[in-house]
């Protein structure tokens, strides 16, 4: 490569979250960069991108482009617009529902002979596939609620996406992502909050375990009680 050789581009999307780690992690603490209210106050739309993370950026690029062993002398920035988060596109929610199965008690379940189903499952993956128009054959990522690891086989049963008894068949295959930010046993114990943050990051694409082309998201909560369940669908 010579001098004045133009490199590819780099397409990296501006969250908000990006703009305050990268303030924070480089000991900017003006206020602009984490804080959007003192931010509009300053006549900006929103928070804004500090040149230190733009340079770190650009360090990425380039060893990322040369291989680890390229050393970056200098840098020149020349400062444009301002980079400000990208505004996301809205989720629609194709479907709610919430169910409960026969003699079903709030926090007990043990009333259906059983052990190997879901009763509240079935009564809201049916009112949810009636009410969007959708299938399972529709879905493009699962985050099923996971409060204990058998029950997401069970749910995959219980909302069509395999036959009784094959859903660890189903899951071998790897025909369907599941739990993409980990789940409640692998990121946070949060009552499903996190799985409805990451149906939605999904579907705005800045998911970091991207679904390429995601755009029908099934989100279910808690299952052994009565319980609700989301189709959640992006806005094209």
């Keep these: 490569m010579r001098v004045g050789d133009q490199l590819p581009p ?8 990006l703009i305050v780690a990268g303030a924070l992690a ?3 603490y003006q206020d602009v960069h984490h804080d959007p209210e003192p931010a509009r106050r300053r006549g ?18 380039i060893t990322d482009h040369f291989g680890p062993t390229a050393v970056l002398s200098k840098v020149a920035v020349r400062l444009g617009a301002p980079n400000h988060p990208a505004t996301h596109p809205p989720a629609v929610i194709a479907a709610a529902a919430q169910g409960a199965g026969r003699a079903q008690e709030q926090m007990t379940g043990f009333h259906h002979g059983d ?27 699962g ?6 690891t058998p029950f997401v086989l069970m749910q995959l049963e219980e909302y069509g996406f395999c ?13 369907l992502p599941l739990n993409t930010h980990g789940g409640r046993l692998g990121e946070a114990y949060l009552h499903g909050m996190n ?21 029908r998201v099934l989100v279910t909560a808690g299952t052994g009680v009565p319980t609700p369940g989301l189709v959640l669908t992006a806005d094209r």
């Design 163 to 175: 036959g009784p008894g094959e859903a660890a068949g189903f899951v071998a295959e790897d025909r």
């Design 44 to 61: 900006s739309p929103d928070v804004f991108m500090n040149i230190l993370t733009t340079n770190g950026l650009v360090d990425r690029y």
């Design 115 to 141: 052990l190997t189903g879901l009763p509240e499952a079935r009564v809201v993956a049916r009112q949810l596939w009636r009410r969007s128009g959708l299938g399972p054959a529709d879905i493009d990522v």
């Design 26 to 28: 480089s000991r900017d």
């Design 195 to 215: 799985g409805v943050a990451e149906a939605m990051r999904q579907l705005r694409g800045t998911s970091p375990n991207q679904v390429r082309g995601a755009e």
């Design 10 to 17: 780099l397409e990296v999307a501006i969250t908000r979250t």
């Design 143 to 148: 985050i099923l609620y996971d409060h204990f």
